[in-house]
């Protein structure tokens, strides 16, 4: 059946010649139809309808005034026996007026159909299968109309094409970086250049630091101030507290001697802690036993001054080890904690006030930050991540995550970027966009990924994890660059 209809829609379209008045004898050549046009390609039919003697050529012409002063051939040489001919083209200009018609060569004279007028397309991109990856990636960019000689570029370097499908698919592999990791993707349509979207790099790069230059400590705080982060608090063991401040410098990359924190009676591990200073809760001791841990707790809440003093604040009703803390806007809002009963507490002028309840369970360890006036939290049990309204003091999910989220994971913030990861045995690292929701995945940590996130700390730019091991007291400091290429 479809055979039947194809033969009868051709025989109807060649039925159209029939209706120009042809005298016997003589040499006629018809235009039949246009078959297909793009940008620079198109596909004709001709019809020689008669013929006296033997054609010596035959063809199409196209020129951009209806003149044809100087015309572009389409010579398709000597043909015999009237009947149709075809022929494509793919020299034409995108977005051009052409005139155009077909011509027979018979003997001394050439003759000519009537002449039509037609325009070609517009190129566009529509599609890119992938904006993120790696050198040597292949991406397939789709649209419509493209010309023979489009080209895709990276900046200002040109992809290599490793295929093309008619005018519409591309697969190009992706160049070098050059020197920035987001990089503008054009397309050039015959020198027509036109922006189709932004491709950005795979990046991460981690530098292996010299050594914390003592024991394994757990459950420390830290703060950060100009090129420098103290870490103070913590233990070393079950009965060992840390009575030291340690200070790092990040524009000499080298550690500075420790001084003695002023109050043994601050003494603790697993408080909660914010950049500037204010540390509070946690436990004065913790000790494993096999019906599992036991919690000493403290309510202890002071700040760390700059010359390593503590200014006492007083009490916290924020109970528990290792909360999680923000100071936002002269506000401290602290939020769970181990035995703390998943609360939420808010300390301003002075004033301690009670904020409500978490969703679920929270510590320090899990993947968090204050983005734009919210807190973000992940919840380890179904891999979401969910926004608090700091505003509105209401929960919401932000996000599904395709990566199981654990506890214990390293995570740094630069803008609109959490860049997390590095869960236990794991050394992926991921990219979250605060604003869009998008995860993408970072360079992979290089060091044991048996080890685990102690500390950690954010200065110039980069992120810091101390890791250890639980067997041994050996221990590994690394910068993790997140939006450096590989070195």
């Known amino acids: 059946m479809q055979k039947i209809v194809y033969a009868l829609l051709i025989a109807f379209s060649l039925s159209g010649c029939f209706f120009n008045e042809i005298t016997d004898s003589e040499t006629v050549v018809l235009l039949e139809d246009v078959i297909y046009i793009s940008s620079n390609d198109i596909r004709l039919l001709g019809r020689l309808y008669s013929l006296e003697g033997t054609a010596s050529d035959h063809g199409f012409e196209f020129s951009e005034d209806e003149s044809f002063s100087a015309p572009q051939v389409v010579s398709l040489g000597e043909k015999k026996t009237v009947g149709l001919f075809f022929s494509e083209f793919n020299l034409l200009e995108e977005k051009t007026d052409y005139y155009y018609r077909a011509y027979v060569t018979s003997g001394n004279n050439k003759f000519y159909s009537d002449i039509r007028s037609i325009s070609t397309f517009e190129g566009s991109v529509t599609k890119v299968s992938s904006l993120y990856g790696e050198s040597g990636d292949q991406i397939e960019i789709i649209g419509t109309n493209f010309t023979t000689e489009m080209g895709i570029l990276f900046g200002e370097t040109t992809a290599v094409i490793k295929s093309r499908l008619g005018g519409y698919k591309l697969k190009v592999e992706v160049p070098a970086p050059q020197t920035d990791y987001r990089v503008p993707v054009y397309a050039n349509f015959d020198g027509r250049k036109v922006l189709v979207d932004t491709f950005e790099y795979k990046t991460g790069n981690w530098v292996k630091l010299s050594a914390f230059p003592i024991n394994r400590m757990t459950n420390a705080a830290v703060k950060t101030e100009g090129n420098s982060a103290f870490i103070y608090l913590g233990a070393f063991s079950e009965s060992q507290k840390n009575g030291s401040i340690h200070n790092y410098n990040f524009t000499t990359n080298a550690w500075g001697t420790p001084t003695a924190l002023t109050s043994e009676e601050y003494f603790a591990e697993g408080a909660f802690y914010t950049p500037n200073g204010l540390f509070g809760a946690g436990a004065t001791q913790i000790r494993e036993t096999f019906s599992g841990f036991q919690y000493t707790l ?47 507490w808010r300390y301003t002028d002075g004033e301690w006030s009670y904020l409500g309840k978490l969703p679920f369970a929270i510590t320090a360890s899990t993947p968090n930050t204050y983005y734009n006036g919210a807190i973000y939290l992940f919840h380890t049990e179904d891999n979401t991540v969910w926004k608090y309204d700091l505003s509105t003091l209401e929960f919401s999910k932000f996000t599904e995550l395709s990566m199981n989220v654990q506890s214990g994971a390293a995570y740094f913030q630069r803008g609109k970027f959490l860049i997390f990861g590095l869960f236990p045995f794991q050394s992926a690292m991921y990219q979250l966009d605060l604003e869009t929701g998008e995860v993408l995945t970072k360079n992979n940590f290089e060091g044991q990924a048996s080890y685990s996130t102690d500390i950690q700390f954010d200065g110039d730019g980069n992120l810091y994890v101390i890791r250890g091991a639980s067997s041994t007291e050996s221990t590994e400091f690394w910068k993790f660059e997140p939006f450096t290429f590989k070195q």
């Not at 010359?307 to 002269?330: C, E, H, R, S, W």
């Open 298 to 344: 403290t309510d202890r809440f002071g700040k760390l001054e700059s010359d390593g003093t503590i200014t006492d604040l007083g009490f916290t009703p924020a109970m528990g080890v290792k909360p999680l803390a923000f100071y936002v806007n002269q506000d401290l809002i602290v939020l769970g904690g181990i035995n703390s009963g998943e609360t939420i």
